[in-house]
């Protein structure tokens, strides 16, 4: 619980953790790049020598008086202003924080002392000046107090504290007190305890209160008489002399970081996402959008009109607004939302188009109507004035969807086409996707029912990134194809005189607006602009090859018998085997594939998909880019997406159950074999079932994970299943799939087996095939492009414990497997990926 005028900061939590980070890389790279540390003291060390003594002696003292008289000082400035309570509040919290930084330094220096590595201690310390027994302190704790103090209550200075803080730190390293892992390491525990300390008891709250902006509006010649609390961070203020009532809005500290590390990752992701507020102080931010209100008024655009500015401070600022009475289009009910509101919105948003204006956040709050009728642009915090080309699309997509959320796809596109014109919506639709959206209309979107329309109007429903959306994705044309096939270009008409869809199945919002925009526009282009700079898979990959290279590099190394020279003297014949297994594998993984799809397929282009498979594994996690290569070469092969997709389904359903039989079948056969048991391979089966069991019933016992994997499974009973009735009729095809995919598992078992043959090393078959069955789904979940890392990982912890090898053995068979399979296919994957482009296979 927090006192009452006390408030907790996200942004507290994010600087906490940031300290603790820093703190541990402070002291990895201490323990880890030891002779660079230490070179750097010995540097300084032979630099600190050139001083004389009696100078750096008397450095030391004053810069030790001043530091001891700076937050004295500091606090008694803050305790005789005019807001002493507030004042009383921060000293406070200063104090408990320079307490909690003091013990923490102790805390580190007494580990550091009696229980971390010498190697750590020795990076740390080093020997006490003038040739006195001992060492330095592993913490320069004088200086963590201090900034602690001046951290936690809210100092204004920066200048003169820095500069004492740095003078006394460079006076401790002349002096040959600390070193500098040492002070890096004092400032960090200063700097994370202050943060620890108003994440834990809040801080005051910053927000003016309301004799605060009364004082501030009259300061700027208006007439305020009281003020009303209008939401978060707005006010509605009472003017005296029937002057008109003003909407106020406060930016401060808190309100810009509120969402900092959102917005944050969106700038970094997105090339449309405004440049975070994060970036910007609370006036930099006010007049930003002071600059874009009085543009767009300029540009003609109903908003409204700047009262007044003024700063409350450094951290807070304010912006008075003439009130509008009106309400938002949320709040409007449907029989209200007109084509003229409609078409009125889109003029409005044409003044800020002919102007290079963006709004970057047309929602349903930003859209106010007045009583008349007449629509209003509010809210331009994060709009810019001459803005590019793919930000104004990215406006009139993001309108378009705002607007069909309320009246139909067809009723926002005919008028967006009435105000603007076709070109300017057609040239919208690549960026109609739902990344490029503000985060409140994706989440509508995902909420939204798949009902048909009515009133003779079809309104599109479900939820986007389904797999009509994918399948729309994938293929651009599809739309189109499909438009074209059932309808023809017409004019628009009144809403009266749409066809109704009572009944019909409602399609997804964003395929229903693209849709209508191709009904009218059937030339225009929906292929997908690229507007991710950056994907969370990307870091996933990223991170796994990081954590891969932590693991398996030391391996290499640590190893009894070095992998690196096993690999180097592999048996040439046993080498030839593994390459030929290797090879035969993408042969029967297209026999596997082929076999569950009833259509007829072109067999060397299956092949050639399969090995082009190879080089798609860079780029996506496990079999993720296998999947995707097959679905669209039955695309192009003229099957439909939905059959392709349920074809894909069968075929990695059956193949889940023949790996499960294979399994089990090699689990007993190696407990037949001579010395061998059940048991040895029990530990790896039983825990990857535990593990899967786990997840199910985790999964099953969240209502919310419950109903996205029932939401997963559904095309599993809707698609999947009919296909794979419809396979039955066609034993023959069917033997052939499911012989393929019995014989792409045995292949790639045996060249695990003849690659740790090939190294000198004779486990049984029956071991290996186990080993490979339990780690091969392990690199296929894994977020890294091929399984990268984990699967390595996987199989030679696997191969020491089921197939009784070595380390080295173990490390030398992987690593010479994973360059047969995911290596070297590489070049050769590129080229079939090119030539079934070439031939419009893919």
């Known amino acids: 619980m927090l006192d009452t005028g006390r408030i907790r900061q996200p942004v507290a939590l994010v600087r906490l953790l940031t300290g603790l980070l820093g703190t541990a890389l402070t002291l990895l790279l201490a323990d880890y790049a030891r002779a660079t540390t ?113 951290t936690a209550s809210g100092s204004r200075e920066r200048r003169l504290p820095w500069t004492v803080l740095a003078l006394s730190g460079l006076a401790g390293l002349a002096a040959g007190y600390a070193t500098p892992t040492a002070l890096l390491l004092g400032l960090l525990l200063g700097w994370t305890a202050a943060h620890g300390v108003l994440y834990a008891v809040g801080t005051p709250d910053p927000r003016p209160r309301p004799a605060e902006i009364l004082r501030s509006l009259r300061e700027t010649g208006l007439r305020p008489t009281a003020v009303q609390p209008a939401g978060p961070y707005r006010h509605l203020v009472r003017q005296a002399d029937g002057r008109p009532d003003l909407d106020v809005q406060v930016l401060d500290r808190q309100a810009v970081t509120a969402a900092a590390l959102h917005r944050a990752w969106r700038r970094l992701r997105l090339r449309t996402a405004p440049h ?30 700047i009262a007044a500015t003024a700063g409350l401070g450094q951290d807070t600022a304010l912006i008075a607004y003439e009130h509008l009475t009106g309400r938002s289009l949320d709040e409007l009910a449907d029989d209200e939302i007109t084509d003229d509101l409609l078409t009125d919105a889109w003029h409005q948003l044409a003044l800020l188009q002919r102007r290079e204006i963006a709004h970057r956040g047309l929602v349903p709050s930003a859209l106010l109507v007045d009583p008349a009728g007449a629509v209003h642009l509010v809210d331009f915090a994060d709009g810019d004035i001459a803005a590019s080309e793919l930000v104004l699309r990215s406006d009139v997509a993001q309108l378009l969807t705002t607007l069909a959320l309320r009246a139909g796809p067809a009723r926002s596109v005919r008028t967006a086409i009435a105000a603007l014109g076709p070109d300017p919506v057609a040239a919208s639709l690549p960026l109609l996707q739902p990344v490029a959206l503000a985060p409140t209309t994706r989440h509508s979107l995902k ?191 003229g099957i439909p997406t939905a059959q392709a997709l349920s074809s894909v389904g069968v075929g990695q359903l059956i193949g889940l159950v023949l790996h499960l039989l294979q399994l089990g079948a090699f689990v007993y056969l190696l407990g037949q074999e001579p ?103 392990v690199g296929n979940a894994a977020p890294t492009p091929g399984g990268a890392g984990v699967m390595d990982g996987v199989l030679v912890g696997l191969l020491q414990s089921a197939a009784s090898m070595e380390e080295g053995g173990a490390v030398a068979a992987v690593v010479l497997y994973r360059c047969l399979t995911l290596i070297l296919p590489v070049l050769p994957g590129w080229a079939a990926f090119a030539w079934l482009q070439r031939r419009r296979a893919l």
């Open 38 to 150: 230490s070179g750097l003291a010995a540097d300084i060390s032979e630099a600190t020598e050139l001083v004389p003594r009696p100078l750096a002696g008397l450095a030391g003292g004053l810069t030790t008086a001043a530091v001891l008289l700076l937050p004295v000082g500091l606090a008694v400035r803050r305790l005789l202003g005019p807001d002493r309570r507030r004042a009383l509040q921060q000293v406070s919290d200063g104090l408990l924080a320079a307490v909690l930084a003091y013990g923490a330094t102790l805390a580190v220096g007494l580990w550091a002392d009696g229980l971390a590595p010498a190697s750590l201690l020795a990076s740390l310390t080093q020997a006490l000046p003038g040739g006195h027994p001992g060492h330095t302190e592993p913490v320069y704790g004088y200086l963590a107090p201090v900034l602690a103090f001046l």
């Open 276 to 305: 975070p507020r994060a970036l910007r102080s609370p006036r930099t931010g006010l007049e930003h959008e002071a600059l874009v209100s009085y543009a767009a008024v300029a540009a003609g655009v109903r908003t409204r009109r």
């Open 447 to 637: 909420r939204r029912p798949a009902a048909a329309g009515t009133g003779g109007e079809a309104a599109g429903g479900g939820a986007s990134g389904g797999p009509a959306a994918e399948g729309a994705a994938e293929d651009p044309g599809s739309t189109r194809r499909a438009i074209t096939a059932h309808s023809s270009p017409v004019e628009p008409g009144p809403a009266s005189a749409e066809p109704a869809a009572a009944g019909a199945e409602a399609p997804d919002l964003l395929d229903g607006i693209r849709a209508e925009v191709l009904r009218l526009r059937p030339q225009a282009a929906v292929g997908p602009v690229k507007l991710e700079r950056l994907r969370p898979r990307t870091l996933l990959a990223v991170a796994g090859g990081v954590v891969a290279g932590w693991l398996l590099i030391p391996q290499l190394f640590a190893a009894e018998q070095n992998p690196i020279a096993a690999v180097a003297d592999a048996d040439p014949l046993w080498l030839l085997l593994a390459v030929l297994a290797a090879a035969t594998s993408h042969v029967t993984a297209a026999m596997g594939f082929v076999g569950f799809v009833p259509e007829r397929l072109d067999f060397r282009n299956a092949v050639f998909a399969q090995v082009a498979g190879s080089f798609a594994k860079l780029v996506s996690p496990g079999g993720v880019g296998g999947v995707a290569l097959n679905t669209r070469l039955l695309q192009q092969a």
């Open 675 to 777: 010395g061998g048991s059940e048991l040895d391979a029990l530990p790896a089966v039983a825990g990857g079932l535990a593990g899967a069991a786990v997840v199910l019933a985790a999964v099953s016992a969240v209502p919310p994970a419950r109903r996205w994997l029932a939401a997963r499974l559904r095309p599993l009973t809707a698609e999947v299943l009919p296909r794979l009735l419809e396979l039955l009729r066609d034993p023959g095809r069917l033997a052939v799939g499911v012989t393929g995919q019995l014989m792409v598992s045995m292949c790639l078992t045996a060249c695990l087996y003849c690659c740790a043959r090939a190294v000198g090393r004779e486990p049984s078959f029956a071991a290996v095939a186990v080993v490979f069955l339990t780690g091969s789904p």
